[in-house]
């Protein structure tokens, strides 16, 4: 079955980081990139960033990019997304979906929560 | 930056059509991909490409793009259509690519 499953809800300290996982399967992993975007509760969508499987290229988001890191483990066909410094307005469902900034997401994980609390 | 502009909401009686725009300067030069957003739910690509409907997707999707208006059009609205839609373009360059969303578009069904 080709699907994105993501690890389970977060709840995080300001200033403390958080890693979320994103595992790929039914599908040729390194045959698309995966792209990250979070969702602030009764927000819209904004775009995190994207990774290539194929070749570890990044690219993030101007606004993210000294916090945020993309990783994936092949052997495992895992993305990881991980948020560094973490402030309350990081509070979102993150999400992870298979596409690049061209092609868009046609295949979505089921979201992560990430609660940011003091 | 670029920016995408989408009306807050979208009303429509069942079995009619709904329109939903996406307003970008010159959008009709990219490529504009539409995703639905249930409640509660991970959002759907329903459209790629302008106009090209995904496995699976109803062929009541349509879409078109032209000038500064990309329209994702719902044609005989059901319920089940109630939600969110959110148009996206890719933007910046090929070494410096990012994605954009527009607000969102939020559809009820009367």
């Known amino acids: 079955q080709v699907q994105l499953v993501q690890s389970g809800a977060e709840v995080k300290k300001p200033g403390a980081s958080v890693k979320v996982s994103c595992k790929a399967s039914?599908?040729?992993?390194?045959?698309?990139?995966i792209t990250w975007v979070r969702q602030a509760p009764g927000q819209g969508l904004e775009w995190m960033g994207w990774?290539?499987?194929?070749?570890?290229?990044?690219n993030y988001a101007q606004q993210l990019r000294d916090r945020v890191t993309m990783t994936t483990d092949t052997s495992t066909t895992t993305a990881y997304m991980e948020l560094m410094s973490l402030r309350s307005d990081d509070t979102a469902v993150y999400y992870c979906?298979?596409?690049?900034?061209?092609?868009?997401?046609?295949?979505w994980g089921q979201g992560t929560l990430v609660s940011v609390s003091s | 930056s670029y920016v995408l502009t989408q009306a807050p909401s979208v009303s429509v009686a069942p079995g009619k059509t709904a329109k939903i725009t996406c307003g970008g300067n010159?959008?009709?030069?990219?490529?504009v991909h539409w995703y639905q957003q249930r409640s509660g739910q991970a959002p759907v690509l329903v459209m790629s490409?302008?106009?090209d409907r995904p496995s699976g997707i109803p062929e009541r999707f349509s879409g078109s793009n032209s000038g500064n208006t990309a329209t994702l059009t719902i044609g005989g609205v059901e319920g089940g259509d109630e939600a969110d839609y959110y148009c996206?373009?890719?933007?910046?360059?090929?070494?410096?690519?990012?994605?954009?969303f527009g607000g969102g578009t939020k559809l009820t069904v009367l």
């Open positions: 979906a298979r596409g690049d900034p061209v092609t868009g997401g046609d295949l």
């Open positions: 490409y302008d106009n």
């Open positions: 990774i290539s499987v194929y070749n570890g290229k990044t």
């Open positions: 010159n959008i009709g030069s990219k490529s």
């Open positions: 039914g599908y040729i992993f390194a045959s698309y990139g």
């Open positions: 996206q373009v890719w933007g910046g360059s090929s070494n410096n690519p990012h994605a954009i």
